[in-house]
Antibody, heavy 120, light 108 residues
Framework: EVQLVESGGGLVQPGGSLRLSCVAS????????MSWVRQAPGKGLEWVSA????????YYADSVKGRFAISRVNSENTLYLQMNSLRAEDTAVYYC?????????????WGQGTLVTVSS | EIVLTQSPGTLSLSPGERATLSCRAS???????LAWLLQKPGQAPRLLIY???RRVTGIPDRFSGSGSGTDFTLTISRLEPEDFAVYYC?????????FGQGTRLEIK
């Protein structure tokens, strides 16, 4: 059974930093692209970032480009999202999601999410 | 960026009825790389359909996806009480990946 467990969320001041983690199990982690998707309170889903299975290729939404960095450590089955220069509009539940295949970025498994609140 | 517009915003139906949800893209979705997900309150989204019409293993056959190019449809043939939730379409054929704004399916 695929499991994705996020952690690292919390309250941070504007301009601050936070690192999210997602520990994966139940599948061959290095064979699948992974992604972060967020959901602001009461709002819809917004794709944030993605990384291929090897970690060589990364992709970002314009809203976070230059501020967020996605990475993975395949030997530890762990996905990360380093978030810098945080803004109030980054407040959201952040989900870790597994791509359905090596190259197709539909998301067939999701974590339970971790809440990031950016406020002074 | 491909903008996905879902309609209606809210759909009120009764159990046993048929639901038809629409997702229209601002430009053609490459290779019909269009997925449908549902989300219940307080839960993570769950994938139902990918590739416009391929149902995920374990998803009941009352759920079906159709369409191509810019117009896609999710049909639920006979609504069960557990189907009332928010439904999102997502395109993954072009970067950036985008989601529709969602359709809320509520009990009438």
């Amino acid at each position: 059974e695929v499991q994705l467990v996020e952690s690292g969320g919390g309250l941070v001041q504007p301009g601050g930093s936070l690192r999210l983690s997602c520990v994966a199990s139940g599948f061959t982690f290095s064979s699948y692209a992974m992604s972060w998707v967020r959901q602001a309170p009461g709002k819809g889903l917004e794709w944030v970032s993605a990384i291929d299975g090897s970690g060589d290729n990364t992709y970002y939404a314009d809203s976070v480009k230059g501020r967020f960095a996605i990475s993975r450590v395949n030997s530890e089955n762990t996905l990360y999202l380093q978030m810098n220069s945080l803004r109030a509009e980054d407040t959201a539940v952040y989900y870790c999601a597994k791509a359905g295949s090596g190259y197709s970025y539909y998301f067939d498994s999701w974590g339970q999410g971790t809440l990031v609140t950016v406020s002074s | 960026e491909i903008v996905l517009t879902q309609s209606p915003g809210t759909l009120s139906l009764s159990p046993g009825e048929r639901a038809t949800l629409s997702c229209r893209a601002s430009q053609s979705v490459t290779n019909n790389h269009l997925a449908w997900l549902l989300q219940k309150p307080g839960q993570a989204p769950r994938l139902l359909i990918y590739g416009a019409s391929r149902r995920v293993t374990g998803i009941p056959d009352r759920f079906s996806g159709s369409g191509s190019g810019t117009d896609f449809t999710l049909t639920i043939s006979r609504l069960e009480p557990e189907d009332f939730a928010v439904y999102y379409c997502q395109q993954y054929g072009s970067s950036p990946i985008t989601f529709g704004q969602g359709t809320r399916l509520e009990i009438k």
